[in-house]
């Protein structure tokens, strides 16, 4: 509760850069939002909302990406959870997901994200390499989400 109301959180917003590669989808068509969106480009916004936390959500498959989200959310004070990404099709995602929520800021990591639209192939989620990597099995240790 915040002042004697529940806690408003925005389960879906983004961070970004397009000087730093992650925005090669912002065509033409997307001019007006081509720009740098930090958290004090938010602030305000959520204020005017009466939001009190975000869960701020992978751009583009990066896992150097899901790093800097993690070290944002843990200096931001309105940032509550990231959802990240990492390569489901990697041998060794287990590894790369207890390294993650290892870290002193991975207690934000709340779940993964692939742009599964993105993939050329159609049944890109019925691989075998990928059902592997979900984390949803049931060798993790903490639940993670997936879309």
């Known amino acids: 509760m915040t002042a004697g109301?529940?806690?408003i959180i925005d389960g879906h917003q983004h961070f970004w850069d397009p000087?730093?590669?992650s925005c090669g989808w912002m065509t033409?068509?997307?001019?007006?939002?081509?720009?740098?969106f930090s958290p004090d480009d938010l602030r305000p916004a959520l204020a005017a909302a009466g939001v009190?936390?975000?869960i701020l959500v992978q751009t583009w498959h990066s896992l150097n990406e899901t790093l800097v989200f993690l070290e944002t959310a843990s200096r931001t004070d309105f940032v509550a959870g990231v959802v990240g990404w990492v390569d489901l099709t990697d041998p060794d995602v287990d590894a790369t997901l207890s390294?993650?929520?290892?870290?002193?800021?991975?207690?934000?990591?709340?779940?993964i994200r692939h742009l599964v639209h993105n993939?050329?192939?159609?049944n890109w989620l019925l691989r075998a390499?990928?059902?592997r990597g979900w984390p949803r099995s049931p060798k993790r240790t903490s639940p993670m989400t997936c879309c």
């Open 129 to 131: 390499d990928v059902q």
């Open 99 to 111: 390294e993650l929520k290892a870290r002193s800021d991975g207690r934000y990591l709340v779940g």
């Open 52 to 54: 009190d936390k975000t």
């Open 28 to 36: 033409e068509d997307y001019a007006s939002i081509r720009r740098v």
């Open 19 to 21: 000087a730093d590669g």
């Open 5 to 7: 109301r529940p806690l």
């Open 119 to 122: 993939e050329a192939d159609p």
